[in-house]
């Protein structure tokens, strides 16, 4: 039986892809973040968004203006976000399949070499 193994070439290019979604994904995870902050300050710091000139209760933030954002740009970003999550395990699964791949023809190196 005969295993095809990975080329090293092509192990290497796929780090770097899981290398380059990554940072991706951070710096969006930075972008959210930083869009999420501005949301809850503006929301508490903005007496037009008072609720009977009291601030509104951070659980009403989050459940609305810092998840869509005031004119809906972070559902864009989020959506951003799942395409590079989804990227990304994409590329570390296929590079764990290249290490089983790996394994198996090891193992089966090692058997030939027993029965030779």
């Known amino acids: 039986m005969a ?7 092509d192990q290497l290019k796929l780090a770097t892809e899981i290398r380059n979604l ?4 951070m710096m969006l995870d930075i972008e959210i973040k ?3 902050s501005n949301v809850t300050r503006t ?3 903005e007496e ?5 000139g009291k601030v509104p209760s951070m659980n009403y933030i989050e459940n ?12 864009a970003k989020r959506q951003e976000l799942a395409e590079v999550i989804s990227s990304l ?4 699964t296929k590079f764990e399949i290249y290490k089983m ?15 030779s």
Not at 3 to 9: A, E, F, G, L, R
């Open 89 to 92: 395990e994409e590329a570390r």
């Open 101 to 115: 791949q790996l394994d198996l023809y090891r193992t089966e190196s090692a058997n030939q070499r027993l029965t």
């Open 43 to 45: 929301m508490t710091t």
């Open 48 to 52: 037009k968004y008072y609720s009977n």
């Open 3 to 9: 295993i095809n193994i990975p080329d090293y070439d």
């Open 22 to 25: 990554l940072y991706k994904k």
């Open 64 to 75: 609305t203006f810092q998840y869509t954002g005031f004119t809906g740009e972070l559902l």
């Open 34 to 36: 930083a869009e999420e």
